[in-house]
């Protein structure tokens, strides 16, 4: 539907819908990992084959799917720690986490997160 203005400029009025495969929940942000072999903030020792992540403030224990923005693969791991304290980034993931998203050679990613 449009409407024609006095000045011969027409307004056209309707409703758009976007299409996103991303949850509602889903957060995107930056990622990176990490490979130590010491206590984790949780208190257990750091696995760098587990499919373990540190955040800053999510519940440990809590579990989120990671999706890697860059190649669509996906990963569910488990927060164990606190981190990043890189400005930007908002997750560290283990490398056994990293390798399964497929960016250890890069260091860290563009990814999406949802709590499961």
Known sequence: MSKTLAAGAV????????????????QCGRASWYALTSKT????????????????SLPFGTKLK????????SVVVRINDRGPFIKGRMLDLSKGAAGKLGFIGAG?????????
């Not at 903030?41 to 800053?56: D, I, K, L, Q």
């Not at 990671?66 to 669509?72: A, I, L, P």
């Open 11 to 26: 307004l056209a009025t309707g409703v758009f819908f976007v299409a996103s495969t991303l949850p509602a929940s889903a």
């Open 41 to 56: 903030a949780s208190g257990e020792r750091m696995n760098p084959s587990g499919m373990t992540a540190a955040h800053r």
């Open 108 to 116: 860290h990613t563009a990814v999406c997160i949802e709590q499961i």
């Open 66 to 73: 990671v999706t890697n923005k860059r190649n669509g693969k």
